[in-house]
């Protein structure tokens, strides 16, 4: 069983900031992959951004610039900071993580934040 906290997410103004966590905790070997994605209102998730355990990080076009995304794998935890924040950022952000137990790798979702950028 694993277990994925987020935590982080509000309401704040444009052009401000904002610091998403998202911690693992349970029974895995280890960690791979791990990923913010984030949905608008009827639509499918998008990838945000990545950062696979080599610690290359990609970002989707859109938030370049202004996202960062990083990991402390001693609190097996990733982060995505956000900065310069835009009304089309508003949108639930999910943690998305890849586990390895038992030599097999399963992929388990976070519960989701709520991020609101009012302008």
């Known amino acids: 069983q694993v277990q994925l906290v987020e935590s982080g997410g509000g309401l704040v103004q444009a052009g401000g900031s904002l610091r998403l966590s998202c911690a693992a905790s349970?029974?895995?070997?280890?960690?791979?992959?791990m990923a913010w994605y984030r949905r608008y209102p009827g639509k499918q998730r998008e990838l945000v951004a990545s950062?696979?355990?080599?610690?290359?990080?990609s970002y989707a076009d859109s938030v370049k610039g202004r996202f960062t995304i990083s990991r402390d794998n001693t609190k097996n935890t990733v982060y995505l900071q956000i900065n310069s924040l835009k009304p089309e950022d508003t949108a639930v952000y999910y943690c998305?993580?890849?586990?390895?137990?038992?030599?097999?790798?399963?992929?388990?979702w976070g519960q989701g934040t709520q991020v609101t950028v009012s302008s």
């Open positions: 998305n993580v890849h586990f390895v137990r038992d030599g097999i790798s399963f992929s388990f």
């Open positions: 349970g029974s895995f070997a280890s960690i791979n992959f």
């Open positions: 950062i696979p355990s080599g610690g290359n990080t």
